[in-house]
Every structure is written in structure tokens, then in C-alpha cells.
């Protein structure tokens, strides 16, 4: 049954055997006790899900071996392949750890149920976690509760580790079948062609047989040599070169150019970045931030993101937004530090390090306003970076760029960034200047400006000089140059520690790296890398053409607004049923308005969100400043989210509040008291249940009830986070994958090579689709969708607008929840129902034309935890109501 012992010359010993020589009257060996084993554990390996009365039930299935590292520390171990038997003893086999200590030994438990798993083909069980959830109990490892007792006093995990099969029929093969986001795009058809497919595998194909240079920073992140030797050696490094550059594509050149679809494309641009970007003098890898965001609402783990942005070997840069942190809920102080404290354990555990001092993550921490407060010395940029600091991690402080801020605000705020890094032990040598845009005002002297002013501070200071990062969006073509010549005048300065973002040749969204590039000290075999990577890089990013909005007239050469959007801006656009040629103009009477400017709220979305507002606003005709500014003298309510209305209440920014917003905040005070008081709803560490991985806190804590539910999709097979890293499948073509084609799937921490095999059609119509995986032949089985009855967009009842008793939402998404019920008389501007659009929550006021109108019916469902509410479009019948008699 299990191979428990060994005598002193090394022979195995058997248990069933040894137990029958003791009956036959055979004596024992000599045993010799243990010098190092203090604590030996017998393990059983089951298959089946425990429930909290210690029931197991027991699932079917046929083990086909072990997988996992061998452990020194397991004497022994042993699996009986073949079928499961319930007949005749359901354990699959039995393993022997030891351990010189009892705490020694839980911990090994734990490593060994995380590491080692039975390889069985069949449905899931949850027995392994269950066994790691026992081991990692505080109260069984101290002695409360005992080994009998803790699964009524345990948390059990829900779902089971999902099983290859379950993956390729429930997340795959839908995806072959239907298309990944069917219908959606800038042109929906557009789908890569063959050759762009083909070009994708070849290249993801090349860069995993390929070996990248390790550089200090991969000795830096595996914990061999210190953080200030990484510092010395990026320093030398900037020397030699006259500067360096980070590389923005895939996170931010596909935000503003292709719907920010990086999410499936981050791990191979990484693997291009590692390979031939380092090698072309690149320093970093920007990840984060909206690759997150869209990643999570598409159906991706954005811990999973994070992890395969890690770079080997060098830094990656997450973006950051100071209290929102990667989300869109502004969280309090508890919350970020256990979510800053998993991010740090993901980042340690991904590089195998042993500590989490001086973690090698590298988070561009901003706030948009550059707000602080000095009669409360609060600033959220500051707070959440000593927040980062306290949890091992390495910020850098940035300063958002605006011909608004003054050298002199920069000069007090790099002073107050040194003082911080000085209260936590540490030494500041990094600092980013973001422009989140571009605009007239990015020049060569008024950034140069900016830069001397950071220079001088430190200077006085007493400290090196500082590394300083550049960041701008490209919308003139002139970006790239003014990069250039930075190089150039810092170089003329004796100022080499300068690096600047860039991207590929001819992206169309950041600088062009070729030409900021040409004023640094590149030797041929690094401009030739340099080559290479933007040859491989714009031929990984053509598979998002059907998202690309790269040549858009939307954004005029000389504007302020910030990039980043505008792919996501013409979705909006086409949402709202809005021509999007007069998305720009909407922004400017938003500006004038309430001028928010590029730079003064937590995210730079809200111009938009509030200019869409202005547009579907009927009683607002025409669209102009002067008209705007009457209907809300006049007590006229916008349809907002939640942020907007916070954001514009605290107005943390270096910029004087007008008039307009205070109006704006009068007339909507419910809506606003609602909206600040929303705190309440977050989730907390204390919620979350003990097993939960770093990468689970993380996406929960981080992301909120988005974060929750991804969990649970994951549990349940519905995210498509198994397809991470097979880009060139996930955006064909529906039906179009040719046969033998290999992609790499993701099974929770492994990956699995699979073969495809071709499309078949089953006897009752539905397609089959073939893989071979290790030999074996898996067949699934997916609905054809040429026989599903086509419905509209979203099948619901459009509202007859010549009926003024049919209400037709003007605002699409999903609905939360009606506010009124049958029978309750509309008064006009209190809410009414409230929609999640563009990721937020916003209230639906009741119209003056409905003022005293009676509800007869609410046609549609709110959002459940078991279910998804009605997707409304504009035009949707929402509301229907009577007009009472007089």
C-alpha cells in the first residue's frame, strides 16, 4: 500500500508485507533511530471533495501517475495507477514527509500539497486543497483543534482545480467555435488573417527556444545581490548608453490604439522585451493599470496578467493611481496594505525569493492632481507610496506634467518624496515625470524645465543624482523628437541618467524608439536588437486589428486630452448611439465647463464621462458651452457614475475648484451623499477566507466585487484566463483553426501543450472539436452557432418614442436595480434605476417629462449574485408608467 521505511542498509520497507513476516513470527530488522526526522507524516491521497462533516464524496476517475518536483524530504511515495475503485478502497496511495520539527512539518505539507498532485483523467477534486487549507491552519498547526476536528472548523474550498478536459470543453472550444468578443471592435469583421495568425505562433514559438541575457536585475530579483547593486549597475549602464528606455507596447500603445486588449499579448511581448528589447539598451517593461481593468471585465485573472508581465531581466513598471491602486474603487488605508502586501508576495514568489525585502516590483505610483493639502500634510500620492515602501515594494514617485502645475509645486513635491523614502530606511534614486497626453505645451525647455527643477532639489539635498523617467503620447509626431533632443541636452549637461518611454516604429500612439533612440550611444549589435524587436512587436500587435483605432481622426494634432483612450472612446461612442466625431467636441464644452483639464482628476476619463453626459442630454440643445453651463444654473442634473460625482466633490488637485462644479454638486446632493457613502460596500482582508492565494488577494481586493467574482469564475470555468498566452488562437477567426495547430494553454500554474486537430460536427448538429494531448484523444462538443435563432443585440423591447409613457434608457449597460416599484409616483430628479456603464455605477434621475407619472411596469432584471442583470442598450424600454387622472 506504502513504501513507509527504510531499514539501515537502504531496503524498502513494506507495510502490508512487513505486517505479515510479524504474523508469520518473523522478527523485525534493526531500526536505528533518526538523527534529522523529529516528525514523520503519513499522507493519504484521496480523490473527492470533503464537506465540513468530514465526509469525502469520492469521484471517479483513472489515475494516470504523479506530477510535480520530487522533494528530498518525502521518504516515500507511492500511487497505484489504474481505474479508482469504490468497491474495494478508494485511496489512490500514500506518501511519507518528514520534518526535523512539527512546524517544519506543516509547512512541507503545505509545499507538498501545492506541488505535488495524482495526474488523474476525470473530474476535479477539492481533497488537495483541503489538505493545504488543514495544513495552513493556524489553529490545528497550534495545537487548538485537532486533526479530527477541523474540517466543521475549516474553511473548504468551493470549487476543485479545474482538469485539463474541463478547460478544453467549457473555455477553449467555445472560444474556437464563437470568436473571442464576437461583434465587438472597431470593424467586427476585420479578423487577423492567417498569415498574421501564422506570423504570431512562429514568433511565440522562436522567443520561448530563445535565451535572454540575465543582467543584474535577474540577480536583483532572485535576491543575490542587493537593490543598490542593481542601482550602480542601471547607473553604469545609463553612462555607457547617454540614456535608456522603457518600452510601453503592448500596455499602453494597445490602450489608446486597439480597446486595451494587451491582456492577451503581455506574456509574449514580455518574452520579445527579455529577448531583443534589453538587448537595444531597454530598461523596462510597462505593465498595468487598464490592462488590468479591461483584462478583469473580458474574463482575465489580472493577477495572472501581472505575473506573466514579470520580466527576467528587467523591471516591470505597473501603472498605479495612488488610492485607486489598479481599480476603480478608491480604497482605504487597510485595504491597500494587505492588497499592496499580496502584490509584494506574487512578486517574491514569481522571482523564488526568499523575502520580501526590497521586493523587485517597480509600480509607477501617481495621483493626477498632484494634490496635497498642507494644512492636513495629506497628500494620497504620498501616503500610498510610503504604503508600497512599508511592504517591501520599490515605488517611484511620479509628477504629473501640466502647463498648470508650477515648477515650484514640483519642487516642494520632490522635496516631500525624499523626506518620505528618508522616514522608511530607504534612499529615493527614481522619479517619473507623466504627461498623460501630449498638448502644445510638451516642449523640449518646458520639460527640460521640470527636469533641472527635480535635479536642483536633489542636489541640495546631498543626494545622486536621480534617475528620471519621461513619459508622453505621441499625437503630432513630434513627441519622438522632443524625446530626442532631451537626450541630447541632457547629454550636453552631463546628465546621462535619463530614460524616456518609447515604443515601436510607426505605432501611432508613443514615441517612435528609432528616432528618441538615435541621440544614444548604441553600438550596431544593439541597433540591430532594436530592429529585430520592432519587427517582432508590430507583428504580434497586428493580431488586435480588429480593436485598432490607431488612425482615427477622433483626437485633433493639438489636444490636451489625455491618450490612452481612444480606442475605448469610440466603443463608448458606439454604445451610446453617438457619432464619434463629436466625441472631441463634447470633451471641450466638458473643459470649459468644468475644466477639469488633462490633469486634475484621479482618472482622466471623467472629461469623457461627463461630456457623454452633456450629449444625451436632450433638455441640453445645442451642444454648447453657454447652454451647459444654463441648464445647470437651472438645477440640471448630469447622468454620472459615483467616481465622477466623489472625484469633483474632493477635487484633489493643485487647481482652484470652479463655480459650475459647486452648482453641478448642489443640484445632485443625494446623489453625491449616496455616492460618498459607498465605502461601506468594500471587501476587506478580514472577509476574504484564510486559504486564498496572494494572486486571489490580490484580484479580490484589489478589483472589489469584480475581483470576488472572477474567483468565482474561475472556480467554475467561465474566465479565459487559460488562454493567456495563446494569442494567435484566441483572436482568429471563429471556425478557422487549421488542424495540428499547438498552442499552450494554462492550467492553474503549469502549462499544458495541446494539439489541435480539427472541427467535426456531431450526430445531433452540434461541432466537435478534436485535441490530442500526451497521446490521448479529447473530443467536446460545442452548440452550432448557425443554428442558434440570431436575436437582436440585446433582445430587449425598445421604447416607443412617441408614447410619453415608455421610458427608453439613454444610458447602456447592465442593470443593478430598480429604485421605484408598480404603483410609485415618479418625482422628477430622484433616481430611479441604476446601471453599471463604463465600468461604473450611475443612477438614472427620473425626466421631467415623468413627473408625476405612476410606474406600471419594470420590464427588466436587476443584477443577482446568482445571475447577470438585462443588458440595455439605448432605446431599451426600461420603464413603463400611467399618467394618473386629474
Given amino acids: 500500500l506504502a513504501l513507509l521505511q527504510q531499514d539501515p542498509s537502504g531496503n524498502r520497507r513494506y507495510t502490508f508485507a512487513e505486517l505479515i513476516m510479524r504474523a508469520a513470527g518473523y522478527p523485525s530488522p534493526d531500526f536505528e533511530p533518526s538523527v534529522s526526522n523529529q516528525v514523520v507524516l503519513h499522507a493519504r491521497w484521496l480523490h473527492g471533495n470533503p464537506d465540513a462533516g468530514g465526509n469525502i464524496q469520492y469521484q471517479a476517475g483513472t489515475v494516470l501517475g504523479m506530477r510535480g518536483p520530487r522533494l528530498d524530504w518525502v521518504a516515500s511515495e507511492l500511487l497505484a495507477p489504474g481505474e479508482i475503485s469504490f468497491t474495494s478502497d478508494p485511496q489512490l496511495g500514500k506518501a511519507v514527509v ?8 506543516c509547512d512541507r505539507a503545505v509545499d507538498y500539497f501545492t506541488l505535488r498532485k495524482p495526474n488523474i483523467q476525470g473530474p476535479p477534486s477539492t481533497y488537495a486543497q483541503t489538505m493545504l487549507s488543514l495544513f495552513s491552519s493556524e489553529a490545528f498547526r497550534n495545537g487548538i483543534i485537532a486533526s479530527n476536528e477541523t474540517f466543521s472548523q475549516m474553511e473548504i474550498p468551493q470549487y476543485a482545480a479545474r482538469s485539463l478536459v474541463q478547460v478544453l470543453n467549457d473555455q477553449l472550444s467555445p472560444i ?7 461583434g465587438e471592435g472597431i470593424d467586427p469583421d476585420r479578423w487577423p488573417t492567417d498569415n498574421v495568425c501564422n506570423q504570431v505562433a512562429a514568433i511565440a514559438m522562436a522567443l520561448r527556444q530563445a535565451t535572454p541575457n540575465e543582467t543584474t536585475f535577474t540577480k536583483y530579483a532572485r535576491g543575490e545581490v542587493k537593490f543598490d547593486q542593481y542601482i550602480e549597475s542601471l547607473r553604469s549602464q545609463l553612462w555607457d548608453q547617454g540614456g535608456g528606455w522603457v518600452t510601453v507596447a503592448p500596455r499602453d500603445t494597445a490602450q489608446q490604439g486597439n480597446d486595451s486588449e494587451s491582456a492577451g499579448i503581455t506574456s509574449l511581448s514580455r518574452r520579445n522585451a527579455e529577448m531583443w528589447a534589453e538587448k537595444a539598451g531597454c530598461v523596462g517593461y510597462e505593465i498595468g493599470g487598464a490592462q488590468y481593468q479591461a483584462g478583469l471585465i473580458r474574463g482575465f485573472d ?58 523587485p516590483w517597480f509600480p509607477y505610483n501617481f495621483h493626477a492632481g498632484n494634490f496635497y493639502d498642507p494644512a492636513r500634510d495629506y497628500s494620497p500620492q504620498d501616503q500610498t507610496t510610503a504604503e508600497l515602501v512599508q511592504a517591501g515594494c520599490t515605488p517611484l514617485p511620479v509628477w504629473v506634467f501640466s502647463g498648470r502645475f508650477t515648477l515650484e509645486d514640483l519642487e516642494k513635491w520632490t522635496h516631500r518624496q525624499i523626506t518620505l523614502f528618508e522616514k522608511n530606511d530607504r534612499t529615493l534614486h527614481q522619479v517619473r515625470i507623466k504627461n498623460p497626453g501630449q498638448g502644445m505645451d510638451w516642449t523640449v525647455d518646458s520639460v527640460w524645465a521640470h527636469i533641472k527643477t527635480i535635479r536642483g532639489v536633489f542636489e541640495k539635498r546631498g543626494k545622486l543624482p536621480p534617475i528620471i523617467y519621461i513619459h508622453n503620447h505621441e499625437f503630432n509626431g513630434f513627441g519622438a523628437h522632443i524625446a530626442r533632443e532631451l537626450f541630447t541636452r541632457a547629454q550636453a549637461d552631463g546628465f546621462p541618467s535619463l530614460v524616456i518611454d518609447g515604443a515601436y516604429r510607426k505605432n501611432g500612439t508613443h514615441n517612435d524608439n528609432t528616432i528618441m533612440l538615435s541621440a544614444l550611444n548604441l553600438s550596431n549589435e544593439q541597433r540591430e536588437a532594436l530592429e529585430e524587436y520592432n519587427h517582432l512587436q508590430q507583428a504580434i500587435e497586428q493580431v488586435l486589428c480588429r480593436f485598432d483605432s490607431r488612425t482615427s481622426q477622433m483626437t485633433p494634432w493639438n ?75 437651472a438645477g440640471g442634473k448630469l447622468k454620472v457614475g459615483a467616481d465622477v460625482l466623489i472625484g469633483l466633490k474632493r477635487w484633489e488637485t493643485l487647481v482652484e475648484r470652479p463655480e459650475a462644479v459647486d452648482q453641478l454638486l448642489e443640484n445632485m446632493n443625494e446623489e453625491v451623499a449616496s455616492a460618498m457613502g459607498q465605502s461601506a460596500k468594500l471587501i476587506a482582508s478580514e472577509d476574504l477566507p484564510a486559504h486564498l492565494t496572494d494572486a486571489q488577494r490580490f484580484t479580490v481586493l484589489g478589483f472589489q466585487q469584480k475581483g470576488l467574482d472572477m474567483i468565482r469564475l474561475q472556480g467554475q470555468g467561465k474566465d479565459l484566463t487559460p488562454l493567456l498566452q495563446a494569442a494567435h488562437v484566441l483572436h482568429r477567426k471563429p471556425r478557422t483553426l487549421p488542424p495540428n495547430t499547438r498552442l499552450t494553454l494554462l492550467l492553474g500554474e503549469e502549462t499544458v501543450k495541446i494539439d489541435f486537430e480539427g472541427f467535426g460536427t456531431a450526430p445531433n448538429g452540434d461541432i466537435t472539436v478534436n485535441y490530442c494531448h500526451a497521446g490521448e484523444d479529447i473530443i467536446c462538443t460545442t452548440p452550432n452557432p448557425d443554428a442558434v435563432e440570431q436575436q437582436s443585440a440585446t433582445g430587449n423591447r425598445k421604447a416607443d418614442p412617441s408614447c410619453p409613457t415608455e421610458y427608453g434608457t439613454v444610458v447602456p449597460g447592465e442593470l443593478l436595480s430598480y429604485l421605484v416599484a408598480p404603483g410609485d409616483t415618479l418625482e422628477a430628479g430622484k433616481p430611479m434605476a441604476v446601471l453599471e456603464s463604463m465600468k461604473m ?29 438585462t443588458m440595455l442598450s439605448p432605446g431599451d424600454l426600461l420603464m413603463e408608467t400611467t399618467v394618473p387622472k386629474p
Fill in 302 to 359: 489580472p493577477a495572472k496578467v501581472l505575473s506573466l508581465g514579470l520580466p527576467y531581466n528587467m523591471p516591470a513598471h505597473s501603472l498605479q493611481r495612488s488610492q485607486y491602486v489598479n481599480g476603480l474603487a478608491e480604497l482605504p488605508p487597510s485595504i491597500r496594505k494587505a492588497l499592496f502586501a499580496a502584490n509584494a508576495g506574487i512578486v517574491s514568489n514569481h522571482y523564488h525569493r526568499k523575502t520580501n525585502d526590497m521586493v
Fill in 559 to 633: 489636444s490636451d486630452w489625455a491618450g490612452g483612450t481612444e480606442g475605448s472612446d469610440l466603443r463608448i461612442a458606439k454604445e451610446y448611439n453617438i457619432d464619434p466625431r463629436k466625441i472631441n467636441h463634447a470633451k471641450e464644452v466638458a473643459s470649459e465647463v468644468f475644466p477639469l483639464e488633462r490633469a486634475v482628476t484621479p482618472f482622466s476619463e471623467y472629461k469623457l464621462r461627463l461630456g457623454i453626459a452633456i450629449m444625451i442630454e436632450d433638455a441640453i440643445e445645442p451642444k454648447t458651452v453657454e447652454n451647459v453651463k444654463a441648464f445647470v444654473k
Fill in 841 to 869: 455605477e450611475v443612477k438614472i434621475p427620473v425626466p421631467e417629462s415623468f413627473n408625476g407619472h405612476v410606474v406600471k411596469d419594470l420590464p427588466c432584471k436587476g443584477r443577482t449574485a446568482e445571475q447577470q442583470g
Fill in 98 to 105: 518528514c520534518a526535523s520539527s512539527w512546524k517544519e512539518m
Fill in 176 to 182: 474556437l467555435v464563437h470568436g473571442y468578443r464576437p
